[in-house]
Structures are given as C-alpha cells and as structure tokens.
C-alpha cells in the first residue's frame, strides 16, 4: 500500500466517524494492517519493523521503585511510549506504590511466547502474565492460582502505562466515541477515606492529607472494551481490546510525572485465565528510522580532530559520502569538503558509520549533509569553548545554594530555606532515596532532638533538596583544581554569607570559586562542629515533601520543630508540623577519610580569603583522618558494607592532600606506600573499572607528580601505558570509544570522569596519551552520542536539552548549565534520553557533582587548547 493509498484510507476512516456511523466492527477492520507479524527475536523480545513489546527484559527496582522503566514496554517506530505493563494495585500508580518482584521468566521462541511470575511479597500475591504473538500485535493473558485476595478486589489490575509527550495534540477512540487525550491534567477525582488505601513503601505516603485521613482517586477519562489512540497519526497509532472493560486515566493528576494509563480491573473469584488483552502497535510499512548525525553541538576548534559518528538503522543502506557546508554571509551553503563515509559497524540495536572532517580548518559556520538530511549549524573556531562552562558556574550552581535566597534579575530562584534545620533521624529507620539510620545515632543527640547549627551553607544535591555529604566533598574538590591548576577568578555572582542572599550576574568584587568553597565547607565544618563527624546527608522526612516541586523555601515551614504544638499549629517561633529536615547520622570511615581529603585541599584555596575558616578545615582534615584510621585499626566501622570496602583505599586521596598541604613526610610516605598496591589491583568490569581505577587511583597518582621526584614518575609511566590499553579498547567496543555506562543512571558523569584522567595524564605522558581521548569525552558530551545529537548541557551548544529533571521540571523546562546523565540503557539494547519529559531522573537530573567535574572539564580543554 503506497502512502498516498494510506492517507486516503484515513480519511475515509474519519469521514465515517464524522458521519457517526462507523460501528466497533468497522474500526476494528479498518485498523491499518500491512501483514508483520510479532516474533519474539535473539534478544528476547517481541519484534516487527517499526514496533518491539519488551516483556520485562527490565524489572523494577528495589531502590527508588517505579522508574517507568520496567515490565511490558513499548519501542514505536524508535520511540519507548509505554511502559509499566503489569498487575498493578493502584487506577494510577506512583513512584512509590508497590511494585511487583519479578520471579520467573521464560521465553519460548518458537511459540513466539514470554511468560513471567509476578508477586507482592508484601501481600503474598502472585500473578502470571503470558504474552504472545499473536495476528500483527501480542496478546496478553493474566493467570492467578488463587482467586483474588478480599483486600486486592477492586484494586488488582492489568495496567498499561504510555508516555503523555507521546501522545499530546493527539486523539483517541473509545469504542468509537471520539476524545483528546489533555494537555495538562483537569479529569474529575474524587476523595476516598486512607483504610482503603494500599500501603506505600514502607509506611511513607506520597500523599500530604493535612491530617485528614485520606487520599486522591481519579476518575477514568473513558470507558470501553476497545481503544484506538491516535488513530491520526500512523506512527503512533495503537490499538486495545478486551472483553473486560479497559479504563483510562490521567496519572499527572496525583503526580506530576504520571503517565496515562490503560487499566483492566482483574475478577473476583476466579482462577486460571482471568484476564485478556489483545495489543497491536501499528507499524509501517518498510518504515526505516531516520539517521542521527552526532557532532559537537559546541563545535571545534580548528586543530582538533573532526568526526561526526552517523547512527543508522541496520535496514538502512549507508550511504558512500557526506558533505561539510559552510554557511556565508549571504545565508548560501557551499561545499567545503566531500568525504567518504566509513563503516564502524553494529553497537546495540543500530549501525554506525563516521564521517571524518578534520582536515577543515577555516573558521566559521558549519553543517553535515548527510543525503537529503542537514544538521544544524555549529562554529569551527578558536575560541569555541571559552565560555561553555560559564552558565554552569553563573546560574545552576547559584541557584542550588542552600540556605540562601537566590535571585536572578527580576526573578527570584528561592527563598532563604530550611532555617529549621535539623533533627536527629530516628533508629533503625529505613528512609528513601538511599538513606538508613541503624541501631545508634553515633552522636551524642536522642532520636529526633534539634541539632543546633547546621543552617548554613551546602547546595541542593540535585533535582530534588537533600545535602549530600560525599556529592559535597566532590564538589569542592573540583572548585579547589579550578583554583589552583588554572587560576579561575571570575567574578559575576554577589553572595553574602550575612544577610544570605545571592544575586546572579551581580559581581561584587570576590572570585566566585573561593565564594563556592567557602560556602560548601560552612556546612562541612558545620557537621563537624555540632554533629561530631561528616555524615551521610540530611533530607526531608516525609515522603510527600521529597517530591516537592518550585521553591524550596516553602518544601518546609522553617520553623524549628516543637513536640509541645500540634500538627499545623504554630507560636510564630516553632511549629508543631514535623517538616524539619533529619541528619543520618551513622559514623563511616570512607566518608571521613573523603571529607578530610576535601577539607585539607579547601583549607589552602581559603588561605587569605577566610584565613579562621582555612585553619579549621585543616584541623578537622586531621582530626577526621586520624579518627578513620583508629576505626579501621580496631575494626569499629559499622557503617554499610560497601563503605567500609571503600574506606580501605579512601585514605590514598587523604595523605596526598594532606602531604601537599602540610609537606610532612609522614603522609608521602603513606600515599607511595599504597599507591602501587592499588594500581596493582585488578579492575573488573572494563566500563566500570576504568571509571573506579581512574577516580579512586589514577587521578591522585597523576596528581602528585608535582611533588615526587622523577623516579616516582617514571614509575608510574608503566601504568599508564597499560591505561591507554583501556582507551584503545573502548575505541573497539563502541564507535564513540568513551566508557558508555549500561547501568540505570546515564553514563556523563563516567564520561568526563574519564576524559578528566586522560587530561591528566596526557599533560605528564603527551608521549603514551593523546589529546583526542580528552576531546572525545567533551564531544561526546555535546552531542556526538546515539539516540539524537542534543547537548547534554543546559543552554550550551546550538541545540542542547530544553527539559531537565531539575526542581523547575514540572515547567517542561531547565536551568541554564546543568549536565544531565544522558544517555540510559534500556536492557537490552535501547539508549534512550527523553528530551520531551523531564521525570525520567536517570536520564535528566543534574547533579552538584556531575557539573562540578563538567567545569573542570572545560578548563582542562581550555587548557589544551590555549597551551
């Protein structure tokens, strides 16, 4: 069928719709169907051109529960638009609502057919989904063993959730009444008292009742036993039917980043085959996936090497040539250059070929032809990346500092918040996001009694308010290289540590770097001073406070807490609503060792900028160092395992720093000692192990070659050698040859981790360690990467990320300078990063840590560029 043929077929469908004569039989028949048909393929997943079913090839996580990547999941014409396919217990699941363990999968090729055990172990509830082939879609069965528990009845569904950005501006069919799938969430909702509500993990609520009770229950935007959506728009377009009634919801009525919903209620009791969904995703004929040119969106400095990476689908034919266009003043595009296109080979799901441009050095305005397609513009200049970590340090870090108010012309960022902090946490409590107090507080402070003192200083970790201690020190360690390796002054951000206020584009006479460390090490010195030791970090302690989205100054009511007051009931000095932040508190000797490190570097940047503040960073650097050093002596650190596997080589960066500030003999002597214990260590897994070798061990080695002699550096000359090794490797296993990380956090962060060490160490060996190693990692960065060819930085690059997980995302927007993980495997063989929904963290958050190394980043290429 031509295309002219399909698009007459629409009309004609619509035609009928308009005429209200087109009967559920007729919608089904003239659903577009051109003959493929699902097969379950080496991988393990069903596959059609244009359309792939995951059947939990991803299972859910037991850490931060519903990441809308797991379960049954849909990749549409090169799209994820669905995902959590599973019996769920909620109309519209949050983040935090149970999910199930996935106990039992098995794939049988030749029925074309997944099955999968699911099970509540909080509920002793257990369900089957079989999922197979069938006609140009799948169907999907569910099985119980024993009938539907009392308490689940009315609650136990078929869900199928699918991405709202997918599907805005577009419409659906429920049984052949037409509707809008909405823009922003307004369905009716109705109030349900809180003993009918499922519990969430562990006893947290999403939901802030105001002591009432109860929570939210929307109401479907439609019922039916047939669903069409986007019956408009042919890549799209995917059909549901059922005999049991299939509801549709708006789950951004009770959390912003829900997704739409499809839901079948299970039966009451019944055993065996309770449910049956037939789902088929219309695919195009012979569709094949529009190329992705990666380049850098920054652009290059004439001498550097060139190569756009071409990413193709595997029934694309490559084509033989590209062209570099050079873009005058007249707005003409003139041929500069017309290159070979060379194959590299297949990585993951796709092809990719390389484009080589390198021998262009004119400066000016560019762009690839590739065929019919044509990139946008970018710069071939000398000074492309003088400014490119100027928003990252100017706006998003400005904007993450804590406990103070923030202003930027005439918007203000925030208010002054969390002037109630804090509390002790309470024992053996298992918190979210990570954090746990066990059975002491290891501070001399009683469950949930004030700690004086630690409002001030800090920044927001990330997209959502914590102080994370390890993210701090990694911080102002960074800021420390920029102020010692290559003399950042520059002045645009007004911060008053008196008044807390902070205004961006405001210079006042200070070099921002030392105003930053000063600032995170107020809060350092502070954990030291009233808690006894650095820890783990401090949160909210309600769930539905971590969720918070806008000005942090009101995620609490910066009032202290008062037990003596009610619930919402203040004296206009203290409060008795329990919003103040918690400290966990519980001792580690890897994160004592990490602070003093941070402490010992940040005490020589503060030397005659806060000479008292210099002093007691120095102290506590020995303090804490000698502290860890007894708790690992007498065997006392009952912190988590991997911490205290960590703290056996967290000291290496501790006596360097505390060599370099102090030039005692004892800590050199310390640091060569074990140094080559540690680079004598295997690395494991190669991706990981780079990463890990690099940052735990490579980096301060090559870092101390300024205060070695020169035995000392020829040493270390072989490992390097062998690191290149590594570089070679990586260069063989994907054609952008940086580490790509295939965990369920976006791999940036490893990537300039990466091109960090190889600066390093191509400025001790540029004999063994090319340049380019550093330039990859930057390109790749700024968009030389798969899936699209978007900067992963804010507001840097001609086109770079417009949504960010950050705390303004319920705006579809995000701060200027933020570097966001990019890019997230989804198992097995899907990169993905959304940059039309901004709730996907893996893939969109920012963090203090990742942009910190960013800025170093761009000053070390500054540096290779101008030297």
């Avoid at 004609?12 to 039989?25: D, E, P, Q, T, Y």
């Avoid at 809008?180 to 999403?206: A, C, L, V």
């Avoid at 002790?424 to 507080?441: C, V």
């Avoid at 911080?475 to 420390?480: A, G, P, Q, S, T």
Wanted: aromatic share 12%.
């Amino acid at each position: 069928m031509t295309k002219i043929e399909r698009r007459k077929q629409h009309r004609s469908v619509r035609k009928k719709l308009k005429n209200g004569i087109l009967a559920l039989f007729l919608v089904s028949s003239s659903f577009v169907v051109f003959g493929q048909k699902m097969k379950v393929n080496e991988l393990e997943y069903f596959e059609k051109t244009g359309a792939n079913v995951l059947v939990f090839s991803s299972e859910y996580n037991g850490m931060f529960f519903d990441e809308k990547t797991a379960a049954v999941e849909i990749i549409h014409h090169g799209v994820r638009t669905s995902t959590g396919g599973a019996v769920r217990l909620q109309n519209t699941p949050e983040q935090w609502d149970l999910v199930p363990k996935l106990i039992d999968r098995k794939v049988n090729r030749e029925n074309n057919s997944i099955e999968v055990t699911l099970r509540y172990e909080e509920l002793d509830f257990e369900s089957k989904l079989l999922v197979t082939a069938k006609d140009e879609g799948v169907e999907i069965n569910v099985f119980l063993d024993e009938p539907l528990p009392e308490k689940l009845q009315g609650k136990a569904g078929f869900n199928l959730e699918f991405l709202p950005s997918a599907y805005f501006e577009k419409m659906y069919l429920m049984d052949g009444k037409p509707g809008s799938f909405p823009r922003y969430p307004s369905s009716d909702t109705r109030i349900e008292p809180g003993r009918n509500k499922i519990q969430q993990f562990e006893g947290h609520t999403t939901f802030d009742d105001r002591g009432k009770d109860e929570f939210i229950v929307p109401f479907p935007l439609a019922n039916g036993n047939m669903l069409v959506m986007a019956p408009e728009d042919e890549e799209r377009l995917i059909k549901i039917k059922s005999e049991t009634e299939l509801m549709l919801f708006d789950g951004r009525n009770v959390a912003q980043n829900g997704w739409y919903i499809v839901r079948s209620l299970l039966p009451a009791d019944k055993t065996g085959k309770v449910l049956t969904w037939y789902l088929e995703p219309n695919a195009i004929d012979n569709w094949v996936r529009k190329p992705v040119i990666g380049f850098s969106q920054v652009g290059y400095v004439p001498g550097q090497e060139k190569v756009a990476v071409i990413e193709l689908d595997k029934n694309n034919t490559p084509l033989k040539t590209a062209s570099l266009l050079q873009v005058t003043e007249e707005g003409d595009f003139v041929e500069k250059l017309k290159g070979d296109v060379k194959i590299w080979g297949d990585y993951m799901r796709y092809r990719y070929a390389k484009f080589d441009f390198s021998e262009i050095k004119e400066p000016g305005i560019y762009c690839i032809q590739y065929g019919d397609q044509k990139t946008n513009t970018f710069s071939i200049d000398t000074d492309v990346y003088n400014d490119i970590w100027q928003p990252t340090f100017d706006v998003w870090f400005p904007v993450q500092m804590d406990h103070m108010q923030v202003n930027e012309a005439y918007r203000t960022w925030h208010g002054e918040p969390y002037k109630d902090d804090c509390l002790q946490a309470p024992l053996n409590h298992q918190h979210f996001d990570g954090y746990s107090q066990g059975p002491t507080t290891d501070t001399k402070y009683k469950p949930l009694e004030r700690i004086p003192g630690m409002s001030v200083g800090g920044w927001f970790d990330a997209g959502d308010f914590d102080i994370q201690t390890g993210s701090h020190n990694s911080v102002i360690n960074d800021f420390v290289g920029l102020w010692e390796d290559f003399g950042v002054d520059r002045d645009e951000t007004y911060i008053d540590q008196k008044t807390r206020y902070v205004d961006i584009h405001r210079p006042d006479g200070q070099p921002d770097v030392l105003q930053q460390i000063e600032h995170g090490v107020l809060n350092l010195v502070a954990q030291i001073e009233n808690i006894g030791h650095p820890v783990r970090g401090i949160i909210v302690p309600n769930l539905h406070q971590y969720h918070h989205l806008g000005d942090a100054m009101t995620e609490t009511d910066n009032l202290p807490y008062n037990p003596n007051l009610k619930p919402f009931e203040t004296d206009g000095v203290s409060s008795g609503t329990m919003d103040d932040r918690w400290a966990f508190t519980n001792r580690s000797s890897f994160l004592d060792y990490q602070t003093a490190a941070t402490l010992a570097a940040a005490s020589r940047a503060l030397k005659g900028y806060n000479d008292e503040l210099a002093v007691k960073s120095l102290k506590y650097a020995v303090k804490l160092f000698e502290e860890a050093d007894e708790a690992i002596k007498n065997n006392s650190d009952i912190s988590e395992s991997w911490m205290r596997m960590m703290a056996r080589g967290a000291d290496l960066s501790t006596v360097l720093e505390l060599y370099i500030t102090t030039r005692e003999q004892k800590y050199r002597d310390r640091f060569e000692e074990k140094l080559w214990t540690i680079l004598d260590q295997p690395t494991g897994d190669r991706d990981f192990g780079q990463m890990f070798f690099a940052s735990r061990s490579l980096n301060p080695a090559l870092k101390a070659i300024a205060y070695m002699d020169g035995a000392y550096k020829t040493k270390l000359k072989g490992y390097i050698v062998k690191y290149k090794e590594s570089l070679e490797a990586m260069e063989e296993n994907n054609p952008y040859g940086v580490p790509i990380s295939a965990s369920g956090w976006g791999g940036s962060g490893m990537v300039v981790n990466a091109a960090i060490t190889n600066y390093h160490a191509h400025k001790a060996f540029p004999d063994v360690i090319d340049k380019k190693y550093v330039f990859k990692g930057l390109n790749f960065i700024f968009g030389c990467h798969p899936y699209s060819n978007v900067s992963f930085v804010n507001a840097v690059g001609t086109k770079s990320k417009k949504v960010a997980y950050g705390n303004n995302r319920a705006d579809f927007t995000t701060i200027a300078g933020g570097i966001v993980p990019g890019l997230l495997l989804l198992k097995p063989d899907f990169f993905e990063n959304k940059d039309d929904w901004p709730f996907l963290w893996g893939e969109n958050e920012v963090t203090i840590g990742g942009s910190a190394e960013y800025i170093f980043l761009s000053h070390a290429i500054l540096d290779l560029v101008n030297n």
